[in-house]
């Protein structure tokens, strides 16, 4: 019985140590992000980083681990993006996707007019 209690504890105590690093790393990209002026510059990528990242913490104190990692992950991804666009701007192909999506929605606005 106690070496069963041993192993269980150990066993936990393995499976949150990915997601604890996962976090680890994705609070030093929401903090570069953040020393780069992402919340003014790139503000959904800084938004998607933030609550990404917020809701891994839940995840990580309520013991769903694998949860906890996918979502620090995409948290990270987030920040990187958002210090990114922060220090030097939106890529080329953001800019035109972002345009494109401008015309449809314009479009779509004079279908439902009609």
Same mark, same amino acid.
């Given at each position: *019985?106690?070496? #069963? =209690? ?5 066993? &936990?105590?393995?499976? @949150?140590?990915?997601?604890?690093? /996962?976090?680890?790393?994705?609070? $030093? %990209?929401?903090? @570069?992000?953040?020393? %780069?002026? +992402? %919340? ?6 800084? &938004? *998607?980083? &933030?609550?990404? $990242?917020?809701? +891994?913490?839940?995840?990580?104190? !309520? ?6 990692? &996918?979502? #620090?992950?995409? +948290?990270? $991804?987030?920040? =990187?993006? /958002?210090?990114?666009? %922060?220090?030097? !701007? ?9 345009? *494109? ?8 606005? !004079?279908?439902?007019? $009609?």
């Amino acid at each position: *019985m106690l070496l #069963a =209690l041993i192993l269980g504890s150990s066993l &936990t105590g393995c499976i @949150a140590i990915k997601p604890t690093v /996962a976090l680890v790393q994705t609070n $030093q %990209a929401v903090k @570069a992000a953040e020393l %780069a002026g +992402a %919340a003014e510059k790139a503000p959904y990528e800084w &938004t *998607m980083a &933030t609550e990404h $990242q917020r809701k +891994a913490r839940e995840e990580w104190g !309520g013991s769903e681990f694998e949860e906890c990692e &996918t979502l #620090a992950k995409a +948290a990270y $991804q987030y920040a =990187l993006q /958002a210090e990114e666009i %922060a220090k030097y !701007g939106e890529s080329d192909v953001d800019v035109e996707r972002r345009d *494109m999506l401008d015309e449809v929605d314009k479009d779509l606005d !004079g279908v439902e007019d $009609q």
